[in-house]
């Protein structure tokens, strides 16, 4: 039978697959003791929150030696799934709630991924440089361009200029209207019919 994501990323090889695979059962294992995904939500995984993840793949496809760094990653969503996409690229995902990066590390050391480090850190006390900065659910737009600008990179070599890509919801006219800043918006309902889509988005911003 086809999975979830074999429907929407057909050329998937089968180490690929079976990574994916796993993280199902990884994260209910490890939900059990540290609460990293709602325990409504765990059994609709593959939908809300691995399918989510992976809809920034369908956004961009970066080129080997890209570094993305993943803020207030949790367990590790959408870095993980990402890195299982993109094994040429780095990611690093860092979260300040050590208990929480514990599972991600786990999760990411389990599924085989070599590509992933963790760090337990405020974003805004992180240094470094990469080329994207990703999130799923995090603070808000402005708040976060504020305190992240320094981690990116002037020089672009991906399609899209380096700069945020997150994963938002709801309505963000007003959000995005205030920063005074280039956005470009794009509905993940495009890529997915699943009805979970209908209202999450890709919010783009460049450096």
Request: hydrophobic residues 45%; proline residues 4%.
């Amino acid at each position: 039978m086809t999975t979830i994501t074999e429907k929407y990323f057909p050329a998937l090889t089968p180490l690929q697959n079976h990574r994916l695979s796993l993280l199902h059962g990884l994260y209910r294992e490890w939900n059990r003791s540290i609460n990293v995904i709602s325990r409504k939500d765990i059994d609709n995984f593959e939908i809300k929150h691995l399918l989510h993840s992976l809809a920034i793949a369908r956004f961009i496809s970066f080129v080997p030696g890209t570094t993305i760094l993943d803020v207030g990653t949790g367990g590790g969503l959408p870095g993980i799934p990402l890195a299982v996409i993109f094994p040429q690229t780095q990611f690093t995902l860092v979260d300040s709630i050590a208990k929480k990066i514990r599972v991600a590390e786990a999760i990411a050391s389990e599924a085989g991924l070599d590509n992933v480090r963790t760090v337990v850190s405020r974003v805004e006390n992180m240094r470094g440089s990469y080329d994207f900065i990703i999130g799923r659910a995090v603070t808000e737009t402005g708040k976060l361009m504020k305190l992240t600008r320094h981690l990116i990179s002037p020089r672009s070599f991906n399609i899209r200029k380096n700069g945020w890509i997150l994963l938002k919801g709801g309505d963000l006219q007003t959000e995005l209207g205030l920063l005074g800043h280039e956005a470009e918006v794009t509905a993940v309902s495009d890529w997915f019919d699943e009805p979970f889509f209908e209202t999450k988005k890709i919010v783009w911003l460049p450096l």
